[in-house]
């Protein structure tokens, strides 16, 4: 039996498990913990999805429980409002509260979500103690209403489990739906690293707070579920320490496998009943609800030290399940070859120069990286950039693609000024670029790399990605990336991981990935170096490919030899200033470039 | 009291607790700038100096000599939390690195219950005697304490990052490791050094406000915090707008909470929190995208 099939049968037998447990446990145990691993299990699901996919941290999700059940509960008591229509306020209100936490911090990149939510916790807090007209209160609100549609009320420990697990099984469906979608690609792309994905045109906030968004939207239907079924809300299960609970439940599963949101939900659910009774018995009682969160610190402490990714693949393991390397695209690739290529951006709308810089200056605190530099590069052309180390040759390129603001000056792309945009803006117009040291998305394969690079110019949105309507557009995809990668010769390896490729195919891997994003103007930032001669010759024919499908191509190289093979025009950079341009013949003889290379004697 | 005195009180204690809050910040610049962590586990230092300084006294040491063994077991926790619990993970990434600080915060949060329980301990006023009036303010001895030592510590801090070899390897490794590694620093100790330094601040902050509040296991969280304020409000990189964005944030939350009410304190300390995060990332926008670490570091 292949794994694939005994993970279906696996899958089906939790689910069938699920459907009988009422009837199994009747009379023995409450439902009600299990109502709860499933409200539970949804907020983690969300929390798994943002540290896992989106590499966030958060620790406001209890404060979106929070929000989700205030706002089911005001809205129905207070407002009078039908409970059905209250929660998809209380799941809107909490995704929107996220959405508008979320995505001005992700402009700031590292880590300080989880002090913005942390903060978000004891807000949230203390309006809800202290606007006492609303929210009751420290006693709470008694007396919400149940979810009824119509004549349907839904009330009871059954209907709640019924519901509540259908709403996880659902919620696994969409996240598993965005993580296998192109959002999840660019999400993966994101976490391997920001640079690269901003090079191939993906706005790393854009998506994190999108799925912060849906983090939030997560915890608020389960806390609108959470009142309708208990009927009453007070502050306390909304505290800080239930954040710190949802994220060991999110940590103890393991954040990458969106699954294990349920196992940790349940063995933390379980583990705190346990102790509840143990911990008593053995300390007294009296503070033994702050013993648990220690057990809860000790127990997230070895779990992200000894296994990061959680008891999930453990699990996987120990049942022997674990899914073999995804070949999902191979399929989807053979049919490369049998779509058009798109023809090349058309040469013929061109002004005569694709790139400018206008009196360009960067400067880094005392050092002047790059000073007053203005260039042309004509259309067509291979433009070569070479100099002594520390030049401000990658400055260069890092102030065309976007990663860098200049000090002074500006940089027209195609008559265009893009100094101003954001780097994947800048990508999006048509920069492609490599990196010194490649930049892959290891732990994506070959092709989804490429994929990755054809991200702006596929659609399927982040509410299609949910529901699995990119399907389509992905297999197209597919077959386009593996076009690109039959150009750099690596078809064969589609199906291998980025990150186990030999150093002179991940240049290649790089090349076809940003031709992927089809350039008008493409970057490379020294190609050939580490590479043998016979990878240096191939090198050499794909530039030279490169300029004849109609891109301009700008070049960043120590290899003189391969600069005079290949370069239509050379510009020689020292101390960024530029010293001499022109023909390749013209610069080698340049008395200046002979100094700056071999000193002022050897020119002389 | 008149309106101009509740203010004058309400500024004073302001400063009070903005200068507690600066040594708190100091230390997660410290620590942020050598190895990139932000430090959840910040103000469990404080919580262990102030629990710690207030049981020798109690057991009849001298209060300085309490004072100064406080400060340096919180040093020594935070160079021993680097060695056991940052270093072995420090290529595991940021994300984990994060999630072990909170777990070091529990840990270091439920040990100190094992060790002191759940009542609060106090400490005796480093001088005694009635409170001092100030212009209109009435301020206690302990509080022109906490200003003359923190001022102490901050002009010893300039020296050390200014004028010795060693302050100035530290910064070095902040601003870019490899570079200092290829001039011969060792970034690891330096790491472990940032890490001693933010216990010894985070120690010291203890020992300054037990006095005025008293000093409990669970301190901590909220100290930490309130320091983060003012560190993010800096940038995470700078520590002298630290210490003026910790004092300053001390002011608005104390008048904030005297002038509409002290129900709302933390409230409005994280407001300003979040409020701090937008505005830095408008900043941010503003100045486009800057190029990110991994990318400066080749």
């Not at chain 1, 694939?4 to 009747?26: D, G, I, S, Y």
């Not at chain 2, 994280?270 to 670490?293: C, H, N, P, Y």
Request: charged share 10%; net charge positive; with cysteine.
């Amino acid at each position: 039996m292949t794994t694939t099939r005994r993970l279906q049968l696996a899958a089906t037998a939790v689910v069938a498990v699920l459907a009988v447990l009422p009837f199994a446990v009747a009379g023995r145990i409450s439902l009600g913990i299990f109502v709860f691993i499933g409200l539970f299990s949804l907020i983690v699901i969300g929390l798994s999805l943002l540290a896992g996919h989106a590499g966030q941290v958060s620790l406001g999700q209890a404060a979106f429980y929070g929000l989700g059940a205030y706002i089911a509960a005001i809205t129905t008591l207070r407002m009078g409002l039908a409970p059905w229509l209250a929660l998809p306020l209380a799941v809107g209100g909490a995704a929107l509260a996220a959405y508008l936490l979320g995505a001005p911090i992700f402009v700031l990149r590292g880590h300080f979500l989880v002090l913005g939510t942390l903060g978000l916790n004891v807000v949230m807090d203390v309006l809800v103690r202290n606007v006492q007209h609303l929210t009751g209160g420290p006693t709470g609100l008694t007396g919400i209403p149940p979810l009824s549609i119509g004549a349907l009320v839904i009330v009871g420990d059954r209907a709640y489990y019924y519901l509540t697990w259908s709403f996880v099984l659902a919620a696994l469906w969409v996240g598993r739906n965005l993580v296998c979608s192109r959002v999840g690609r660019a999400l993966a792309a994101v976490r391997s690293s920001e640079v690269a994905a901003a090079a191939v045109g993906i706005n790393a906030a854009f998506y994190k707070s999108r799925v912060f968004a849906l983090s939030g939207a997560l915890a608020g239907l389960a806390g609108a579920l959470y009142v309708h079924y208990l009927s009453f809300v007070s502050p306390s299960p909304f505290a800080f320490n239930f954040s710190i609970d949802l994220l060991v439940m999110s940590v103890l599963g393991g954040i990458y496998h969106l699954p294990g949101a349920v196992a940790g939900a349940a063995i933390v659910t379980i583990l705190r009943e346990a102790l509840r009774t143990i911990m008593p018995r053995v300390l007294g009682s009296g503070a033994s609800a702050e013993y648990e969160i220690v057990v809860f610190g000790l127990l997230l402490a070895v779990v992200v030290i000894f296994s990061p990714a959680g008891v999930w693949p453990h699990l996987l393991a120990w049942l022997r399940l674990e899914p073999g390397r995804s070949s999902r695209w191979t399929q989807a690739a053979s049919l490369a070859g049998m779509l058009p290529e798109s023809p090349p951006p058309s040469p013929r709308a061109e002004p005569a120069s694709v790139l400018r810089l206008e009196g360009l200056r960067k400067q880094f605190g005392g050092l002047l990286a790059v000073d007053n530099l203005s260039f042309e590069v004509p259309a067509g052309q291979i433009y070569a950039i070479i100099g002594p180390n520390g030049a401000g040759k990658t400055t260069v390129f890092n102030l065309i693609s976007g990663l860098l603001r200049p000090t002074r000056g500006a940089v027209y792309l195609r008559g265009r000024k893009v100094s101003d945009l954001p780097a994947y803006e800048t990508a999006a117009l048509g920069v492609g670029r490599t990196f010194q040291t490649p930049k892959v998305f290891a732990d994506l394969t070959v092709l989804e790399n490429v994929m990755v690079g054809l991200h702006r110019l596929t659609t399927t949105s982040f509410t299609a990605a949910m529901f699995g309507l990119g399907a389509r557009e992905d297999a197209q995809a597919a077959a386009r990336a593996a076009g690109y990668l039959e150009a750099v010769g690596l078809l064969d390896r589609a199906d291998v991981l980025a990150g186990a490729l030999p150093f002179g195919a991940l240049r290649l891997l790089e090349v076809a990935r940003a031709l992927a994003i089809r350039p008008v103007l493409l970057l490379l930032d020294e190609p050939a170096s580490g590479l043998s001669s016979a990878e240096r010759t191939e090198v050499v024919k794909l530039i030279r490919h490169i300029r004849d499908t109609g891109t301009t191509v700008v070049l960043v190289e120590h290899d003189v030899g391969l600069v005079m093979e290949t370069a239509d025009r050379v510009l020689v950079l020292n101390y960024g200033q530029r010293i001499a341009e022109g023909a390749p013949r013209l610069v080698r003889n340049d008395p200046r470039v002979i100094a700056a290379y071999l000193g002022e004697e050897a020119a002389s | 009291m008149t309106l101009t005195q509740q203010i004058a009180q309400f500024l004073a204690s302001g400063i009070i607790n903005g200068t507690i809050y600066a040594l708190l910040g100091l230390g997660l610049v410290a620590i942020h700038s050598a190895t990139r962590v932000v430090n959840v586990a910040q103000g469990e230092f404080a919580a262990l100096g102030a629990l710690l300084a207030s049981t020798l006294v109690t057991r009849g040491m001298p209060l300085s000599l309490a004072a100064a063994v406080a400060v340096g077991v919180a040093a020594a926790v935070g160079g021993g939390v680097y060695r056991t619990a940052i270093r072995p993970a420090r290529d595991a990434g940021p994300l984990t690195l994060l999630i072990i600080t909170i777990a070091l915060h529990l840990s270091l949060k439920g040990l100190l219950l094992l060790v002191w329980g759940t009542d609060p301990h106090s400490l005796r006023p480093f001088t005694a005697g009635p409170p001092l009036r100030i212009a209109a303010a009435v301020v206690t001895r302990q509080s022109l304490w906490v200003i003359a030592v923190t001022t102490v510590v901050l002009v010893v801090l300039y020296v050390f990052f200014t004028r010795t070899i060693l302050g100035k390897s530290l910064r070095a490794c902040a601003v870019n490791p490899t570079a200092a590694r290829l001039m011969g620093i060792r970034v690891e100790r330096m790491s472990a050094l940032a890490w001693m330094i933010a216990g010894a601040l985070g120690g010291l902050a203890g020992v300054l406000i037990a006095p005025l509040t008293l000093a409990t296991y669970d301190m901590g969280l909220i100290l930490g915090l309130k320091g983060f304020v003012g560190a993010v409000i800096a940038g995470m990189a700078s520590y002298p707008w630290t210490v003026a964005a910790c004092i300053l944030f001390g002011v608005v939350e104390s008048l904030g909470a005297g002038l509409i009410s002290s129900n709302y304190r933390d409230g409005i300390a994280f407001g300003v929190l979040i409020a701090a995060l937008l505005w830095r990332a408008l900043a941010a926008l503003r100045g486009g995208l800057i190029i990110s670490e991994e990318a400066a570091q080749e």
